[in-house]
């Protein structure tokens, strides 16, 4: 059974950085579809970035690009997300989620089409 945890959140003053890290156990598939998703209070989850490990493509929407990246870290078996030049729009609780099965080209911003969810980690971007 997969298990996702995340970790790295926490307050930030606008114009700083924040380094949020998943942790998934169980999760040996070659192939791995996972991604960083955001909920503000009132709001739907909207994807931040996602990523198919099998292929390396990426997905940023428009609200991130550029100042968010996310990557693979194998040694560690972490999925990271980078989060330079935060805005107080940035103010969310961040989760991290997977996608069984994945294949090459799949690629999805979609939060219904992930079916495994950590706990998330609260991220709080003060002006």
């Known amino acids: 059974q997969v298990q996702l945890v995340e970790s790295g959140g926490g307050s930030v003053q606008a114009g700083g950085s924040l380094r949020l890290t998943c942790a998934a156990s169980?999760?040996?598939?070659?192939?791995?579809?996972m991604g960083w998703f955001r909920q503000s209070p009132g709001k739907g989850r909207e994807a931040v970035a996602v990523i198919n490990t099998g292929d390396g493509r990426t997905y940023y929407p428009t609200a991130v690009k550029g100042r968010f990246t996310i990557s693979e870290d194998n040694a560690a078996k972490t999925i990271d997300l980078q989060m330079n030049s935060l805005l107080p729009e940035d103010t969310a609780m961040y989760y991290c989620a997977a996608r069984q099965p994945c294949w090459i080209g799949a690629l999805s911003g979609v939060a219904p089409d992930y079916n495994i969810w950590g706990q998330g980690t609260q991220v709080t971007v003060s002006s």
């Open positions: 169980g999760y040996s598939d070659s192939i791995k579809c």
